[in-house]
């Protein structure tokens, strides 16, 4: 299994204004996912954050908007940039360990003004 | 079709009922199958993995087949407790993992 923590666990934030999230796991791994799930919601992949590349972002996620960083195998960020209400969701980092398992982090929930 | 498709619910069923959810995917090929559970405002946790016909954990049984592609997963004796989301993720097959999830089914078990 795999334990990971996100910072902060919630933020209120300005319109316009960025916000990094912080995930960190306790184990080496190599696959990261960032999601986003909105109330009511199942969860959209933003991207993939595989360490020693360029993070592979899904349809309707550019890197502008969402970037990413992964420097180490333990630790990733995503930056939610220049904010709207519409980016107010719940942020949430997978990691993928053992058979394909996937191991979720509690989640920052983000309210945009 | 989409890629996974469950019926979002909610279910609601009294204590000790029994339950099952079903779940289509489209890609015929993936190999391995997940449930997981999410309770609200909390992040979703792995509750069953499902690689060849099944898996039985206690209350819990999820079933596969392949030739209808579909999981479900079945709950016996509900308890309070189980009410949650359940969602099921089916991983892309070949290359990289990419897991797909459903939107999730609603249960709620009442007294």
């Known amino acids: 299994s795999a334990v990971i923590s996100q910072k902060p666990s919630r933020d209120i934030c300005q319109r316009g204004t960025s916000l990094t999230i912080q995930c960190q796991v306790d184990?080496?791994?190599?696959?990261m996912f960032w999601y986003r799930q909105q109330p009511g919601q199942s969860l959209t992949l933003i991207a993939t954050a595989n360490q020693g590349s360029e993070a592979t972002y899904e349809s309707g996620f550019v890197i502008d908007k969402f970037p990413i960083s992964r420097p180490n195998l333990t630790f990733s960020t995503l930056t939610v940039s220049n904010m709207s209400p519409e980016d107010s969701s719940i942020y949430l980092c997978?990691?993928?360990?053992?058979?394909?398992?996937?191991?979720f982090g509690p989640g920052t929930r983000l309210t945009v003004l | 079709r989409k890629e996974v498709e469950q019926d979002p619910g909610p279910f609601n069923v009294p204590e000790g009922a029994t339950v099952a959810f079903n779940c289509t995917y489209s890609?015929?090929?993936?190999?391995?199958f997940f449930w997981y559970r999410q309770d609200c405002r909390k992040e979703p946790k792995l509750l069953m993995s499902v690689y060849s016909s099944g898996n039985e954990d206690g209350r819990f049984t999820a079933q596969l087949n392949r030739a209808s592609q579909y999981i479900s997963l079945l709950i016996r004796d509900s308890k309070l407790s189980d009410s949650a989301t359940y969602l099921c993720?089916?991983?892309?097959?070949?290359?990289?993992?990419?897991?797909?999830f459903g939107r999730g089914t609603s249960l709620i078990v009442h007294p």
């Open positions: 997978s990691v993928v360990a053992g058979s394909n398992e996937q191991f």
């Open positions: 184990s080496q791994v190599t696959m």
């Open positions: 890609n015929s090929a993936s190999q391995s």
């Open positions: 993720v089916v991983p892309a097959s070949g290359g990289s993992y990419i897991p797909t």
